[in-house]
């Protein structure tokens, strides 16, 4: 089955500093990549996602790009604000989109 | 838009119990998922339903499992309950099988 993991688990960087955070897939047959944020206590709210048929995409300050052939995506925050902070979960997924398989997650810690 | 909601928000159980937990997705999606979050860890998927249809299950014991009814909401029932199942249990609804999730804000369950 499909297997995703998550690097780093923790990330700390200075207000407006940018972000990375990488997952890496295992079946190649996935298609549908979301990101999720989820702050403490609160159910996990979708930021972006991605399809298969798209190497990037990008919604203001939040980017994510994706490469089939190594099988690996990541998410990008730039000018990075207080209010980012949180744990930030990928996902993987085939033809049914919602089995997803998460990513362990990376706490994200924006220091002012 | 009342999102997807979930009911109750906090269950207390022993050892040995049944519980039911309650899944109500945003009005028109017809597809709902659930995943249970164990503490520090990203969700794991349990099951999916779409048009009243199971469409996946993932890697737990037979005392789990679900329906969803012809409204579209949807329960989950665990049988005999140990102390590992306590975690937040997530449902996600969505417009069709494979398209964007969105998350209850979960239901947190203790074992005792």
């Known amino acids: 089955g499909e297997n995703v993991e998550q690097h780093p688990s923790t990330l700390s960087v200075q207000e407006g500093d940018s972000a990375v955070i990488k997952c890496t897939y295992s079946?190649?047959?996935?298609?549908?990549f979301p990101w999720y944020k989820q702050e403490l206590g609160k159910r996990p709210q979708l930021i972006i996602d991605?399809?298969?048929?798209?190497g990037e995409k990008k919604d203001q300050r939040i980017a994510v790009t994706l490469n089939k052939t190594a099988k690996h995506f990541s998410l990008h925050i730039t000018e990075t604000q207080p209010e980012d902070s949180a744990v930030y979960f990928c996902?993987?997924?085939?033809?049914?989109?919602?089995?997803?398989?998460f990513g362990p997650g990376t706490r994200l810690s924006v220091l002012p | 838009d009342a999102g997807v909601t979930q009911s109750p928000t906090h269950l207390i159980k022993t050892r040995g119990q049944h519980v039911t937990l309650r899944c109500s997705p945003i009005s028109g999606h017809k597809s709902v998922s659930w995943y249970q979050q164990v503490l520090g860890q990203g969700p794991q998927f349990i099951f999916q339903?779409?048009?009243?249809?199971?469409?996946g299950r993932g890697n737990f014991p037979d005392r789990f499992s679900a329906r969803q009814f012809p409204n579209y909401s949807s329960e989950l029932n665990v049988n005999a309950l140990l102390l590992g199942d306590s975690a937040l249990y997530l449902c996600?609804?969505?417009?069709?099988?494979?398209?964007?999730?969105?998350f209850g804000q979960g239901t947190r369950l203790t074992v005792v």
């Open positions: 996600a609804s969505s417009l069709r099988s494979n398209t964007e999730a969105f």
């Open positions: 079946d190649s047959a996935s298609n549908y």
């Open positions: 996902a993987a997924s085939g033809d049914y989109g919602q089995n997803f398989v």
């Open positions: 991605i399809r298969s048929n798209v």
């Open positions: 339903y779409y048009e009243k249809e199971e469409r």
